[in-house]
């Protein structure tokens, strides 16, 4: 383990890290691992997970190919999870799908795809990993919002902002109840991150438009804003609860 990542104390945690086949989730499952994090993995990508696990090195890290639309299956990974390794510390909820379609286009089937990805999985790995962290009077929940459920979404997002804007409030509901059980609780804000996600759909004239907006004059990296999520997760963070945070290189400034 590098020397500077030591001040994290994330040596020995255990973490789950959902979206980890590509983008945030992954790059945020590759620094917990360097951290000393004995990270479980979670895409319904089975071979870009799997691809994930394998770069990170080390033993102890596991790949689980999960679909977290299934509320069965989010209580299933953690219950699987904390009895393979005895506990669960750390649950970063990164997964999230995004198809960019005008607000008229959304019928029934994507309202639900979308809510039931972004949001329902959220809540439901949330419940069960503060009920598998509650014994030990210690853990660390992080979830990832946007800064579309800020304002409302961008470009072909209106539903997908939506399902953030609902993360960033449940985060708080879920920080003033798992507080008192030494439970942290917090949302990352992403802002225009280069990721294959954040490129769906979206033209050159529209990325650069985005760019533009943006003080530091580019898009961010996943590493960047991953290192957001990790921090959260950190013992650095120990006394901080319900909060978003925005990586976004000053686009909003809420």
Same mark, same amino acid.
């Given at each position: 383990?590098?020397?500077?990542?030591?001040?994290?104390?994330?040596?020995?945690?255990?973490?789950?890290?959902?979206?980890?086949?590509?983008?945030?989730?992954? $790059?945020?499952?590759?620094?917990?691992?360097? $951290?000393?994090?004995?990270?479980? $993995?979670?895409?319904?990508?089975?071979?870009?997970? /799997?691809?994930?696990?394998?770069?990170?090195?080390?033993?102890?890290?596991? &790949?689980?190919? #999960?679909?977290?639309?299934?509320?069965?299956?989010?209580?299933?990974?953690?219950?699987?999870?904390?009895?393979?390794?005895? =506990? *669960?510390?750390?649950? *970063?909820?990164? $997964?999230?799908?995004?198809?960019?379609?005008?607000?008229?286009?959304?019928?029934?089937?994507?309202?639900?795809? *979308?809510?039931?990805?972004?949001?329902?999985?959220?809540?439901?790995?949330?419940?069960?990993?503060?009920?598998?962290?509650?014994?030990? /009077?210690?853990?660390?929940?992080?979830?990832?919002?946007?800064?579309?459920?800020?304002? !409302?979404?961008?470009?072909?997002?209106?539903?997908?902002?939506?399902?953030?804007?609902?993360?960033?409030?449940?985060? /708080?509901?879920?920080?003033?109840?798992?507080?008192?059980? !030494?439970?942290?609780?917090?949302?990352?804000?992403?802002?225009?991150?280069?990721?294959?996600?954040? =490129?769906?759909?979206?033209?050159?004239?529209?990325?650069?438009?985005?760019?533009?907006?943006?003080?530091?004059?580019?898009?961010?990296? &996943?590493?960047?804003?991953?290192?957001?999520? #990790?921090?959260?997760?950190?013992?650095?963070?120990?006394?901080?609860?319900?909060?978003?945070?925005?990586?976004?290189?000053?686009?909003?400034?809420?």
């Amino acid at each position: 383990m590098s020397p500077d990542l030591k001040i994290l104390g994330l040596e020995g945690r255990v973490a789950i890290v959902t979206g980890a086949a590509s983008g945030i989730g992954k $790059a945020a499952a590759e620094i917990m691992a360097a $951290a000393g994090a004995r990270v479980t $993995a979670v895409d319904v990508n089975a071979d870009g997970v /799997k691809a994930t696990v394998a770069g990170m090195g080390g033993a102890g890290h596991v &790949a689980e190919v #999960v679909d977290l639309s299934d509320i069965a299956a989010c209580d299933a990974l953690v219950t699987r999870t904390a009895k393979r390794e005895g =506990r *669960l510390d750390c649950l *970063l909820n990164i $997964a999230a799908t995004l198809r960019r379609i005008d607000m008229e286009q959304v019928d029934e089937a994507e309202w639900d795809r *979308l809510m039931n990805v972004n949001l329902r999985s959220q809540f439901f790995l949330c419940r069960a990993a503060g009920e598998a962290m509650k014994p030990r /009077k210690w853990g660390r929940i992080v979830n990832c919002s946007s800064g579309a459920g800020l304002v !409302g979404g961008f470009v072909g997002a209106t539903a997908y902002a939506i399902t953030k804007a609902g993360i960033m409030t449940m985060t /708080k509901s879920f920080a003033k109840d798992l507080g008192p059980h !030494g439970i942290t609780v917090n949302t990352l804000s992403p802002g225009a991150i280069d990721t294959p996600m954040q =490129r769906t759909g979206m033209t050159k004239e529209t990325l650069e438009n985005a760019r533009s907006r943006i003080p530091l004059g580019r898009m961010g990296l &996943a590493a960047e804003c991953a290192r957001g999520a #990790v921090f959260l997760a950190s013992d650095l963070a120990s006394y901080v609860n319900g909060h978003i945070l925005a990586v976004d290189g000053g686009f909003l400034m809420r």
